[in-house]
């Protein structure tokens, strides 16, 4: 399963679920399915929301069980 601190970083730049779909062109209702990990972002995407949370993918992004799953 795919891991993520999108909620953590939105919520520190004090955006909401819309905010960061707009800037990163998907709807309010994307961003909340992949914040549950219920919807595994595309490439493209998943760099988008990185840049936009000014962070890098694999700080952002992993895989259940690696080593970074204990952030």
């Given at each position: 399963m795919l891991k993520n601190r999108v909620k953590?970083?939105?919520?520190?730049?004090?955006?909401?679920?819309?905010?960061?779909?707009?800037?990163?062109?998907?709807?309010?209702?994307?961003?909340a399915f992949i914040e549950k990990g219920e919807f595994s972002p595309s490439?493209?995407?998943?760099?988008?929301?990185?840049?936009a949370l000014q962070t890098n993918v694999d700080e952002l992004f992993w895989l259940e069980g690696d080593e970074e799953d204990e952030k």
């Open positions: 953590e970083l939105r919520a520190r730049y004090g955006f909401t679920q819309s905010d960061l779909g707009k800037q990163v062109d998907v709807t309010r209702q994307t961003i490439i493209t995407l998943a760099l988008k929301l990185a840049k």
